[in-house]
């Protein structure tokens, strides 16, 4: 049922107005003048349903439902209190609008920044991102209760005169803002963990050398809080430290972080530790979040009103949680990122930064690597997880727009613009491929470190992000305009962020730089161009073979030792080599679960449910081909926190998919020192020729070579003559066998897996050997199966192109193997 149409009015009104207006018949009319965010007042931006009746509220429930709830967009200031004064006033009834149209502008997460070229502190700087923020209600989500944000927050310089202030009342000297951290802290809500917690921090800053200067309470008015926000609420503090053996703020910010992770282990063990969190824990910066609502983080957050609270800049956020539920941790900004869209590569991103820890290495940690383990949190959203590896670049001595090219790569191949004006920039992108994976998504990324703060998209450029700067020297960058009051007089340069773009603010200098500029000045700090042309070599393209070798009786008896059933040769290969492109099917599927089923499976049939997923938003490989890229890197991959000429030594290779003369070319190469590892068993043996066994004698075997300098680890299940007493292991059980064990002994990084293997020959198939750890295949059979072979140029070719980029760093497409990209290796 539609609510009764409401009289018009002449023009919109940016004045307060109450929450909600009954009609005559007692329903309930929802004002979302908040969206139309103009002046600095804040208002109310929430759906608020009265209580008075039940009914009423189904009956709105049930016109949303059909698309037909119409919603105010002003109300007249002097409708008086009562439903009996509503009635009876005679003031003109606002104009109303489809609440459809307004909320098809929801997008996910709202975040921006406010920087001071002149690097001045005031108050203005923070009220402006409160009026920012308020504007981005509708860009996040609320529990159930309709008024427990998914979390908004702060991150600005800290406030060292309020912080003064409160000292002076306290008793204690001026801080001294060189050598003083502040920490704000998330604690338990029983105060009994309270100083249990507290009592291990101040043990770990004592054993570092650090000096607890006090504790502060931060004001917080509660009233403000959603009711399932409430129940959760940490118990907020701050704490103040100073660090006396270290003059340079980089080592200071450093000291601080070890401090944090030595704090974050010993809390690992206690009960409270799961309810103990470091918003912020540094000498520039600091953090104030909530699960909140981002109108009334201002409110909770009494330090943010008062004018002692000045900053020269601000990135504020508004979070819309979708792949983790909300907490007050997750609420951003995090330490570094505030971070709009989604990591789609995350599982493999938190497994090879599991997989390369121990290789990470750097003379500023003096030793200390290992202290600061793990990098990564699987129980952490995708942002967290993304700030987290952001923040071990840059305490490594990255600089911050550094480390987000590093993280965040732009599709550099084929650029328009980077291979013709800007090449050194394209070096520095081919020497990074090898080495550091790709953290891949729709993404807009804000970041700070204290003197500089910037934003990026990500390659597919899905996230909005406009910046201007004005007369008066202030930059503003938001995922929308029209979030802060300017004088159009005064804007004196305006953009948007495009795929893979960024823009950096540096407070110390006071200059902005745009997307060229600072790409070009983070790759001229080093001659990537030299090194990739000096050490990285190309594998030179081999054609297939056109003809088949093998008798068809031949290629019958190994097809059934392999696993191939006469639906597979009729479906799948045949139609991708007759056609050229991957198999399609109906939508629906009635064949069992492998693990359900009564007939025999390969291996690979069990993880079809591992794939089930989709990228978001969908990737076309075709029309969006100027972002995708098959490429990938053979060899040893270096340690990300060092820059030289041993880490471009690698061979790249133009796809995936191998052919026999591609293959030899790599076992020729002296410097992979290629192994190969036959990968079958031998049930004549008994216990010692199990599959057990020959699995743990492969793992050595791999693990040894490695040892000896092998960069390039071949698994084969190759054979002239098959014997039915020695079938080969299945390969995608060898390939994860090998990974994991490498993984384990902290080798994963030195050496490359490849499948040289008859047991593959669907695109699910490639997806699950490059997904548990095989960075290039060759396909067998594929090359003796039928007489078209020329379909791997064309077919195979195309097929990988509906890939998406896996876990190890290779950028691939969409489609069936993008799954690889989400799976990574798994565990």
Same mark, same amino acid.
């Given at each position: ?144 209760? %309709? ?135 540094? %000498? ?544």
């Amino acid at each position: 049922m539609a609510l009764p149409s409401l009289s018009p009015i002449p023009q919109l009104s940016s004045k307060p107005s109450p929450s909600a207006l009954f009609s005559d018949n007692g329903l309930l009319v929802v004002d979302f003048v908040g969206l139309y965010c103009k002046s600095k007042a804040t208002t109310r931006r929430r759906i608020a349903l009265s209580s008075h009746n039940s009914r009423n509220r189904r009956r709105l429930s049930t016109a949303a439902s059909n698309n037909s709830v119409r919603a105010v967009l002003d109300l007249p200031t002097n409708i008086a209190s009562s439903a009996t004064d509503r009635q009876s006033s005679s003031t003109p009834q606002p104009k109303v609008a489809n609440l459809e149209d307004i909320i098809s502008e929801r997008g996910a997460c709202g975040v921006g920044f406010i920087a001071n070229l002149e690097n001045k502190a005031s108050h203005e700087i923070v009220k402006d991102a409160l009026t920012a923020l308020g504007c981005m209600e509708h860009r996040g989500g609320c529990g159930a209760d %309709n008024d427990s944000g998914d979390g908004s927050g702060l991150m600005t310089s800290i406030p060292w005169d309020l912080f003064d202030n409160w000292a002076e009342t306290q008793g204690l000297s001026t801080f001294d803002k060189l050598h003083t951290g502040v920490g704000m802290i998330f604690f338990p809500k029983d105060d009994n963990l309270v100083e249990e917690a507290k009592k291990a921090i101040v043990n770990t800053f004592r054993q570092e050398g650090l000096e607890v200067l006090g504790w502060r309470s931060v004001p917080v008015n509660t009233s403000v809080v959603g009711f399932y926000a409430k129940e959760t609420m940490p118990n907020i503090q701050q704490v103040f430290v100073r660090i006396v053996k270290e003059e340079n703020v980089d080592d200071i910010e450093r000291e601080l972080y070890i401090c944090r992770k030595l704090i974050e282990k010993a809390a690992a063990s206690e009960s409270w530790g799961s309810e103990l969190y470091f918003c912020s824990l540094s %000498n520039q910066t600091i953090v104030y979040k909530g699960m909140l609502r981002s109108e009334v983080l201002g409110l909770f957050y009494s330090d943010l009103q008062n004018d002692l609270y000045k900053s020269p800049f601000a990135i504020y956020h508004r979070r819309y949680s979708t792949n983790t539920s909300p907490r007050w941790p997750l609420a951003q900004p995090m330490r570094f990122l505030g971070h709009n869209g989604e990591i789609n590569t995350i599982q493999g991103n938190l497994n090879w930064m599991q997989s390369r820890e121990t290789s990470l290495k750097s003379p500023v940690w003096r030793g200390r690597e290992s202290e600061i383990r793990p990098f990564g949190n699987p129980k952490a959203s995708d942002s967290a997880n993304l700030d987290s590896a952001a923040e071990l670049l840059i305490r490594s001595g990255r600089t911050p727009n550094e480390a987000l090219m590093i993280l965040v790569p732009e599709a550099y191949k084929n650029h328009p613009t980077l291979s013709i004006k800007y090449p050194e920039v394209v070096d520095f992108y081919d020497y990074y491929k090898g080495q550091m994976e790709a953290w891949d998504g729709p993404a807009l990324l804000l970041f700070s470190d204290g003197k500089t703060v910037g934003a990026t998209l990500d390659r597919n450029g899905l996230r909005p992000a406009r910046y201007w700067r004005t007369s008066d020297n202030v930059v503003y960058v938001a995922s929308e305009v029209g979030v802060v009051p300017v004088d159009d007089s005064k804007v004196t340069m305006k953009g948007r962020l495009g795929p893979g773009m960024m823009i950096s603010v540096d407070l110390l200098s006071g200059q902005v730089y745009e997307n060229t500029e600072v790409k070009k000045r983070v790759a001229a700090l080093n001659p990537y161009g030299k090194w990739v042309s000096e050490n990285m070599r190309s594998l030179k393209p081999v054609k297939f073979l056109s003809a088949t070798v093998l008798e068809n009786d031949t290629i019958l008896r190994r097809q059934q030792a392999f696993g191939y059933s006469s639906e597979d040769v009729q479906m799948i290969i045949e139609s991708m080599a007759s056609q050229g492109k991957e198999p399609t099917y109906c939508m629906g599927d009635d064949i069992p679960l492998a693990i359900l089923s009564q007939r025999p499976h390969l291996l690979y049939d069990y993880f079809k449910q591992r794939f089930a997923q989709v990228t978001n938003p969908a990737i076309d490989p075709l029309r969006e081909g100027l972002v995708m890229s098959l490429e990938v890197n053979i060899g040893k991959r270096g340690n990300i926190l060092e820059v030289g000429p041993e880490n471009a030594s690698q061979v790249s290779l133009s796809s995936p998919v191998l052919n026999e003369g591609e293959l030899e070319s790599l076992l020729k190469d002296p410097q992979l020192k290629a192994q190969v590892l036959p990968t079958f068993f031998d049930i004549r043996k008994g216990i010692e020729g199990s599959l057990e066994k020959t699995l743990y004698k492969l793992c050595e075997a791999a693990d040894e070579a490695v040892r000896n300098g092998s960069q390039l680890l071949v698994l084969s299940d190759r054979a002239d003559e098959l014997e039915a007493t020695r079938p080969a292991v299945p390969i995608l059980l060898a390939v994860a066998a090998v990974h994991q064990h490498l993984i384990q002994n902290g080798l994963r990084m030195s050496a490359s897996i490849v499948a040289d293997t008859a047991q593959c020959f669907s695109t699910h198939q490639f997806a699950c050997l490059i997904g548990y750890g095989a960075r290039s295949i060759l396909s067998l059979l594929f090359l003796h199966n039928l007489k078209p072979f020329q379909m791997l140029d064309s077919s195979m070719y195309l097929v990988l192109s509906t890939v998406a980029e896996v876990g190890d760093g290779s950028q691939y497409s969409a489609g069936l193997l993008l799954s690889a990209r989400k799976l990574s290796f798994g565990s």
